[in-house]
């Protein structure tokens, strides 16, 4: 269900990672990516016609959270062992090798989870010229005892008595530990070694080469259409829209909305970036009064989100009618989707036939009658940054920490006013100017202002005032399906405190959030 085949000739040399579950595969499959070779992510269930199909120069067996003796365990044809491929196992997938070629893993009552020291016992084409003893990251209960016939074992640790093997003949390797891991020393020279002398790579997967090919696919999808997209202001959709011009020029138009809803300075960026930086056609709708308006009496948080998502649809239907769409063959037949390649693995569907909820538009109906144009779906989101960085798009869009489709109105805690609107944009800066300087922003995941539009009571010079509390909101994350709240030091805190109750009208107190994800979640609603 993984299977999307990179649709270029131009990328010759593609290494499978089979996902037995968890994270793992993601890792791997980045670490790939990042010695320049692609890589992508395919199911246990891939079959050997399939794998021929695709001619990979290597497949990694990834690590897994199941035992090889759980029923049933994830496994691989073990054809796959005689299609002359190398083939590298990490952790679950060393053992499953182990198994299935006639070595023995066993129980052994001591797993190892964590920095563990490995001892080396031989020679490894992997871990060449590596020390006696070197830290390495582990995570498994079963162990190898006893490598297949044709193996040579060269490490050991305390809980793994076979850490490291490989069949010299078949091209065959396994490590126990998890080279992924940052914690795992001289990890990617793990890789390296594999892609380049094992499997005979060429590094080719460059952010230049991706743009190229990109570029190719978008021409021969779209030939002569004119195509729409949709610019949040977040990193994707504005690489998405650099790159597709970058492929049509004229022939795209891009939709700004104003919500009214936005970051402080974010209309203007996008209006320089892609207007004067860019010459792109962008269709600036300032639409603030119908948000606002739609916006009023309504705290339910799902019912701010409904609202928010469906004015932004009608909002796009009008644009794209004016344009001409669905009138012959003047209006735009194709649209503009920032879909990532986590986003393609997790929907788990070889076509983006929909259009996800979550997504940056806000969730664009099937029956507006667009044909997509997904021109990120290969990337992770280091290579999108990376990819808006080659095409010249401002640091501030490509570096910006993510933000919701609903923006300011799932930070408001209650009704959405354009009041409270403007006191949490005008906080929500000075978090982000304070982050900045501190040298932070690019290390926390996400950090905001929110506002719970309740009010407190305080005093101010001789006053008693009656105001609006902000609470800062930081995290780190890597994915944010959990965070940490980040312990941003005291001087920072108090400095964000007082610059927004001196600065911020409106504002008589400063709040910090300590929650975790879970139980709490990033954003408020
Ligand atoms: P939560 O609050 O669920 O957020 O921990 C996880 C991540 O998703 C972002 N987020 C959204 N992004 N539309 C989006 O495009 C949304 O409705 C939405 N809600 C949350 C959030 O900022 C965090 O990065």
Redesign the pocket.
Known sequence: MWAWAIESDSVTDTVLVVDFGAQYARLIARRIREAHVYSEIVSPSITVEEIKARAPKGIVLSGGPKSVYETPAPSVDPAIYDLGIPILGLCYGAQLIALQLGGTVSRTGQGEYGRTELTTTGASPLCVDWPATAQVWMSHGDAITEAPPGFVATATSPGAPVAALHDPERRIFGVQFHPEVVHTQRGNEVFEHFLMDACGCLPGWTHVSIIEQQVAAVRAQVGTARVLCALSG?VDSAVAAALVHKAIGEQLTCVFVDTGLMRSGEADQVEDAFRRQFKIDLIHVKAADRYFAALAGVTDPERK?KIIGELFIRIFEEVARDLGAGEGNEGPTFLVQGTLYPDVIESGSATAANIKS???V?GLPDDLAFDLVEPLRLLFKDEVRAVGEELGLPHEIVWRQ?????GLG?RIIGEVTPERAEILRHADAVVVEEIRRAGLYREL??SFAVMPAVQTVGVMGDGRTYAYPIVIRAVT?DD?MT?DWARLPYDLVERIASRIINEVEGVNRVALDVTS?PP?????E
């Open positions: 977040g989100r979550h997504h940056n806000g993510p933000f919701p489709g609903p799932v995941w996400q994350s944010a965070a994800k709490g979640t990033i954003e408020w």
